[in-house]
């Protein structure tokens, strides 16, 4: 095509096409070659008896990514849930379906992946990811969170993520999983997987909110081909940032609510996100996103200058910390 006549045809172009607000199914690339939606819709913490009830909610309102994993013991009613939505007409492929190994089958890579298909009801899953680069002794006193008698973490030293990763990179052939990735990897677990890596992971799935940037991470990521997809956006249990006063500012200027901000700050970044709610009007409200502005984006960031949170350190688990998506129902 003519230079000058490309130049002219961008000019005219309306910025809503060139630079489309976000919505919640905008697909955005996966190294794979296949995308993953904007929202997700997480089910930490959604109890027994509410899940099932709530997914399904979700999905009726349009959610088209499920966030489950193994070790939040409830896969079997989201399981119920999505064959109920398959029953009403939903295709397979039109949802993407996340899991997560649990660290007591780092040696079990494959088993643990065929009990979350069969929880789940589904023959794939669109992505399945290392749930933490922490292998632990899968003959422990506890299947998910075995302990030393005196209460330290029973670790399987002789074990590494980068041979749990190794396994990992036999599953797409499979046709199990479609893709595999990781999730609470800071850089220094990055570097030392991609040294080793054949397959480079699809997705790194961090904490990630105002108060936890992971700045450093989600830049490692993005030059290396890796999506970054946050998880507790509002600050997870009881969605302490919605008080937050920075976050309402921003939700002022743009006459939204703070939950739009605050999901709509990880597209603006390049990452998609997860959020959870059981509450009806919440997991509605939730929807709604929005292109925030660079000066916006910026205003978020300086957020955690201030009040962010310390507990995130390297390694990203210890005595006090645990496992923030876990601990609490183990
Ligand atoms: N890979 C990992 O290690 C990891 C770790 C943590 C989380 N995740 C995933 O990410 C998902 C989201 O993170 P998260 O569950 O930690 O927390 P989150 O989504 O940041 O926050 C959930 C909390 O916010 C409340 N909430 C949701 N929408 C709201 C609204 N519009 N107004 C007021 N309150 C609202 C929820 O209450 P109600 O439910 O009572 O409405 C719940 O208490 C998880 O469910 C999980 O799928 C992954």
């Not at 200027?253 to 597209?267: I, Q």
């Not at 949170?309 to 910390?321: A, E, I, Q, S």
């Amino acid at each position: 095509m003519n230079l000058d006549l490309a130049k002219f045809m961008l000019k005219q172009t309306p910025s809503s096409i060139l630079d489309p607000t976000p919505t919640m199914n905008t697909p955005l690339p996966l190294n794979t070659g296949a995308t993953i939606p904007a929202l997700g819709y997480g089910t930490w913490q959604s109890p027994p008896g509410e899940v099932k009830k709530a997914v399904l909610y979700a999905l009726n309102a349009g959610y088209r990514h499920i966030d489950a994993a193994y070790c939040y013991q409830n896969e079997p009613e989201v399981g119920e849930a999505l064959k109920e939505a398959f029953a009403g007409g939903l295709k397979r492929k039109d949802v993407f379906i996340t899991s997560k190994l649990w660290c007591t089958y780092h040696r079990r890579v494959e088993e643990n992946l065929d009990i979350s298909l069969k929880n789940l009801g589904v023959d794939y899953l669109d992505l399945y990811l290392m749930h933490w680069p922490v292998p632990m002794n899968q003959n422990g006193n506890h299947p998910l969170f075995p302990k030393h008698p005196d209460g330290s973490r029973d670790l399987d030293s002789d074990w590494s993520y980068i041979q749990t990763w190794k396994l990992m990179e036999k599953l797409p052939a499979t046709g199990k999983a479609k893709a595999i990735g990781v999730a609470n990897h800071s850089v220094p677990y990055l570097e030392g997987l991609l040294k080793e890596a054949e397959i480079t992971p699809a997705v790194n799935q961090i904490e990630n909110h105002p108060y936890l940037p992971q700045q450093e991470v989600v830049d490692f990521c993005t030059a290396k081909g890796i999506h970054v997809t946050a998880y507790s956006p509002f600050g997870s249990t009881g969605g302490p940032l919605f008080q937050e006063e920075g976050v309402q500012e921003v939700a002022k200027k743009h006459n939204v609510g703070p939950g739009t901000v605050l999901l709509s700050y990880h597209l603006a970044r390049g990452s998609s996100v997860l959020a959870k709610s059981i509450t009806p009007s919440r997991i509605d409200e939730n929807r709604t996103l929005i292109k925030l502005d660079p000066t916006d984006v910026d205003a978020l960031d300086q957020i955690h200058k201030t009040k962010g949170v310390t507990r995130y350190v390297f390694p990203p688990f210890g005595p006090k910390l645990g496992f923030p998506d876990t601990e609490a129902k183990a």
